[in-house]
């Protein structure tokens, strides 16, 4: 059977390792159904976050200081849209109709991409509505490009309301590494480009023939979500550009690199809004690689929070083609053959 929407009125203590817990439930509010956005709706194109203009930038940061700045008892507010992260990924929901009690996880599955594309497209509709500009797009963390292999310019400002970041890293004139562990080996530019494009090449190509490597093993209800059933992308660079974010001083690394604090970083919208990209990506590089048909995957289900404060009940099956959710990304170079 596919995993249900959690039941947040049984949203409990979230935890973050054995001895650390942390609360982050998320507020109950009336719950909708999904609907698509109105074909007459302009088309929201994200763009590439190192290609962004001054008047975006503006835009942006416009968007998440009035996000920031809602009260924590709006569902909208900056805080919710992290603690949604937080629930969801660190234990804080059971999976509903399932006994004995069993955590629902949406990393580490086939889950992870879908997932990740409903939360973004909550968050971006948020943002614009915040704004009152129905064009309003993420950026994207175009870190598969070398012109995009660092933080990206737009986040390297630094002002009290920071999130928590490795400071090393936070300087864009530091090369990211996607395979990242935990070290920082420096090699030439060159070098880095090379070995970051090989790893590419193997995440979305070589390593990715099959729809579960590219996007996870299966996860039905009943089941417990294991760290095995990531796919390429998922398990790297995903992840390593999680941990590459966050600060190494802190306890849990965070924010960038724990599940309960990584929202809590506007930059971790814009990473997941370039690992979504990799999903349309994927599906343009040939034969097979098509989304599952399996109702056990199209019929999961969450629940996100909309502009108009509702809880809306999204299926996997209605998420498939980004284009009728009414954003697509810009066009840059590309780098898959
Ligand atoms: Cu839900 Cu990038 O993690």
């Known amino acids: 059977d596919p995993i249900q929407p959690p039941d947040l009125s049984k949203c409990h203590t979230a935890t973050v390792t054995k001895d650390t817990t942390v609360a982050c439930c998320p507020p109950l509010v009336r719950i909708i159904d999904f609907k698509f956005p109105s074909p007459r709706e302009p088309m929201r194109t994200r763009r590439a976050a190192h290609l962004v203009d001054e008047d975006y930038i503006k835009k942006y940061e416009k968007a998440i200081s009035l996000m920031k700045a809602l009260p924590d008892d709006d569902p909208r507010s900056f805080k919710n849209q992290a603690n949604v992260h937080c629930a969801y990924c660190n234990g804080a929901y059971d999976q509903v109709g399932i006994t004995p009690t069993l955590d629902l996880q949406i990393h580490f599955s086939w889950l992870f991409f879908p997932f990740h594309r409903y939360y973004l497209y909550f968050h971006e509709r948020i943002l614009g509505s915040l704004i009152d500009d129905p064009t309003f797009a993420l950026p994207f963390w175009n870190w598969d490009s070398p012109d995009g292999m660092q933080i990206p310019p737009i986040f390297a400002n630094t002002d009290s309301e920071d999130p928590i970041r490795n400071p090393t890293h936070s300087d864009p004139s530091f090369m990211l590494d996607l395979d990242w562990s935990r070290e920082d080996i420096v090699v030439s530019p060159e070098e880095q480009i090379k070995s970051n494009l090989n790893l590419m090449n193997t995440q979305m190509v070589s390593g990715a023939k099959k729809r579960t490597l590219f996007f996870g093993t299966p996860l039905k209800a009943g089941d417990a979500a294991a760290n095995t059933g990531q796919g390429s992308i998922e398990r790297s660079p995903h992840m390593n550009i999680h941990i590459w974010t966050g600060d190494p001083k802190q306890a849990h690394t965070e924010d960038m690199g724990n599940f309960y604090s990584a929202g809590r970083d506007p930059i971790f919208y814009c990473h997941h809004a370039n690992v979504d990209r990799m999903w349309d990506l994927w599906k343009t590089l040939g034969p097979r ?49």
């Open 289 to 337: 690689r098509t989304d599952f048909t399996d109702p056990d995957w199209l019929e999961a289900a969450f629940v996100f929070y909309d502009e108009d404060k509702n809880l809306v009940r999204c299926k996997v099956k209605d998420c498939l083609d980004s284009r009728k959710l009414n954003y697509d990304y810009q066009k840059v170079n590309k780098i898959f053959p």
